[in-house]
């Protein structure tokens, strides 16, 4: 039977330790005690909490950018919502009953989660007085 730690299961699930805990402790994720007290958690108990439906942490979007709803413009069927995250500035165009369903207005903290199968990248140009090899 494999187990794994909470340490271990997190680094699997791409979050935090205190996530696992806080799932264990409210009985969304089943664990026990080694022989050391330290809690573990059965391989397969852990396969089935990630296969299970419900878990918007556990998603295949690995960009995630929090940041501050700086604006938000809305017409009758669609919006425009812009987030500032670090020196990101990020523009979504959603619909506008998803707008309202989340509640999104300027001053109100957001996650911008970017999953895309194209990426352009382009090359940036150096500062001056530098040159690129």
Known sequence: MTVFRIGEAAELLGVSPDTVRRWIDAGRLAASRDDHGHRVIDGVDLAAFVRAPGHPELSSARNRLRG??????????????????????????????????????????????????????ERATAPKGRTTP
């Open 68 to 121: 501050i709803v700086t604006a938000v413009v809305k017409d009758t069927v669609m919006a425009q919502v812009d987030i500032q995250a670090g020196p990101f500035r990020i523009v979504s165009l959603m619909s506008r009953e998803a707008v309202d369903d989340l509640d999104l207005a300027v001053g109100s903290v957001a996650v911008a989660v970017i999953k895309s199968t194209t990426v352009v990248v």
